[in-house]
């Protein structure tokens, strides 16, 4: 993942990343790992932000922490272990000068574990709120107008696993022009413990 962003065509960017690892274990040979890596990255680009916590909060909380290290007007949001084209933040970049966009989102497709095979594409529609309310078919690249993501409040905590619906959905709410990019900029690594693959792994709420 840091590497696609270090990748990118567009370069005026800053990618947040709060570690929620620790688990009150520092001993523990992944999350030393782990950190090795990150404080290396965050010293090679000083475009790299990190944050260690002292503890797992859950990934909406985690996700707040990391947000709090943003200073763009703009924020975009992907998981750990994705990939983004190197097109992608230039993609979006171009539809906030070119649309007034508040809200961008793309679409996307799968990449096998190896990064080698690409397959199972999702070409989405563009913005209809009645297909939404049924299936979050926007999640990623998901890139918000950092003043309409504090109106919606960020993350909640009570909507873990269903997080991101959650935040894009107020997000929708408040925005006044959500633009649709009709490109394949986000690459969803798949895995067998993936919730969006085994559907019964998600707790029916």
Same mark, same amino acid.
């Given at each position: 993942?840091?590497?696609?962003?270090?990748?990118?065509?567009?370069?005026?960017?800053?990618?947040?990343?709060?570690?929620?690892?620790?688990?009150?274990?520092?001993?523990?040979?992944?999350?030393?790992?782990?950190?090795?890596?990150?404080?290396?990255?965050?010293?090679?680009?000083?475009?790299?932000?990190?944050?260690?916590?002292?503890?797992?909060?859950?990934?909406?909380?985690?996700?707040?922490?990391?947000?709090?290290?943003?200073?763009?007007?703009?924020?975009?949001?992907?998981?750990?272990?994705?990939?983004?084209?190197?097109?992608?933040?230039?993609?979006?970049?171009?539809?906030?000068?070119?649309?007034?966009?508040?809200?961008?989102?793309? *679409?996307?497709?799968?990449?096998?574990? *190896?990064?080698?095979?690409?397959?199972?594409?999702?070409?989405?529609?563009?913005?209809?709120?009645?297909?939404?309310?049924?299936?979050?078919?926007?999640?990623?690249?998901?890139?918000?107008?950092?003043?309409?993501?504090?109106?919606?409040?960020?993350?909640?905590?009570?909507?873990?696993?269903?997080?991101?619906?959650?935040?894009?959905?107020?997000?929708?709410?408040?925005?006044?022009?959500?633009?649709?990019?009709?490109?394949?900029?986000?690459?969803?690594?798949?895995?067998?413990?993936?919730?969006?693959?085994?559907?019964?792994?998600?707790?029916?709420?």
């Amino acid at each position: 993942m840091i590497d696609s962003v270090r990748k990118q065509s567009y370069e005026k960017w800053e990618l947040c990343i709060a570690d929620g690892s620790l688990n009150g274990d520092e001993n523990d040979t992944k999350v030393i790992r782990v950190r090795e890596e990150l404080n290396r990255y965050s010293m090679e680009d000083k475009r790299i932000k990190v944050v260690y916590l002292e503890e797992n909060q859950g990934i909406a909380e985690n996700t707040n922490q990391a947000l709090a290290l943003a200073t763009g007007e703009y924020i975009g949001l992907f998981d750990h272990d994705d990939m983004l084209t190197p097109d992608a933040l230039y993609e979006i970049v171009k539809a906030i000068n070119d649309q007034d966009a508040d809200v961008i989102y793309t *679409d996307e497709d799968k990449v096998s574990m *190896d990064g080698q095979h690409y397959f199972d594409p999702h070409f989405k529609s563009d913005f209809n709120l009645f297909r939404f309310r049924d299936n979050n078919y926007i999640c990623h690249i998901f890139a918000v107008k950092r003043q309409v993501a504090e109106q919606a409040g960020y993350f909640r905590k009570e909507f873990d696993g269903s997080q991101d619906f959650d935040f894009i959905f107020r997000c929708c709410e408040k925005a006044e022009k959500i633009v649709h990019i009709p490109k394949v900029l986000y690459h969803w690594r798949c895995h067998m413990d993936s919730t969006a693959q085994i559907r019964k792994a998600r707790p029916m709420l």
